[in-house]
């Protein structure tokens, strides 16, 4: 009986994965939409299986399972596919880059395109590129906005503490301003707690001088 419940769970989520295949979006890969029909399809064949006790209502359930997790997951992961992609070709600066991890996108925006040294006054060209993530929010309204802003390590603690805050604040601002919900905004900065690169090297302090905006879906 086992092997039967493996099985029909397998076709299962083997058959919401092939509905579900978009090539232009995943390359060849698996896409998102993809990934989550088969994160999904486990997570809902596990839950769904430990509802009866017979080992035969326990292959139907997880079947059953199987199949309605696929489909939700499906669904999240596309959305979060089409919201990437539009973002992505809303964005004029090249040096803005747009990650989906599955659960939630990351857009990276450098400080250099964002603000003078040591300010917190956006500039004009970028407040664009805000406005657009800002439309675009408004398109996908069922998520919660977290703004990061981060540091290098030159300068004492509190100075980039208090710059990096100020920084997210700042972009929260031009995003409330064109239109997104103060409820769904929150802003913090993290100064140079949580670096992507070397604080060694120039290059490496670019890197970590930068503005997240972390879209996580609430449904």
């Known amino acids: 009986?086992?092997?039967?419940?493996?099985?029909?769970?397998?076709?299962?989520?083997?058959?919401?994965?092939?509905?579900?295949a978009d090539p232009a979006m995943n390359g060849g890969g698996m896409s998102r939409t993809q990934q989550g029909a088969l994160a999904g399809a486990a997570v809902g064949a596990v839950l769904a299986g430990t509802r009866d006790d017979d080992s035969s209502g326990r292959s139907r359930d997880a079947a059953r399972g199987a199949i309605v997790g696929a489909a939700v997951g499906a669904v999240a992961g596309n959305m979060l596919d089409r919201q990437a992609q539009a973002l992505?070709?809303?964005?004029?600066?090249?040096?803005?880059?747009?990650?989906?991890?599955?659960?939630y996108l990351q857009v990276v925006m450098p400080d250099g395109i964002l603000f003078a040294t040591g300010s917190a006054a956006v500039s004009g060209p970028a407040q664009q590129d805000l406005y657009a993530v800002a439309r675009n929010l408004n398109q996908y309204p069922n998520s919660r906005v977290e703004v990061v802003g981060h540091t290098d390590s030159t300068g004492t603690q509190a100075i980039n503490r208090d710059l990096s805050q100020r920084r997210a604040q700042s972009v929260a601002g031009i995003l409330a301003a064109a239109g997104v919900a103060q409820n769904r905004l929150s802003a913090v900065g993290v100064a140079d707690t949580q670096p992507v690169a070397s604080n060694a090297t120039e290059a490496g302090r670019a890197q970590n001088r930068r503005v997240e905006i972390l879209i996580r879906p609430t449904q």
Not at 1 to 20: D, E, N
Request: net charge positive.
């Open 1 to 20: 009986m086992k092997l039967r419940a493996t099985t029909i769970i397998a076709a299962s989520g083997l058959l919401v994965l092939t509905a579900c």
């Open 88 to 103: 992505q070709q809303s964005l004029t600066n090249p040096n803005i880059r747009v990650v989906n991890h599955g659960s």
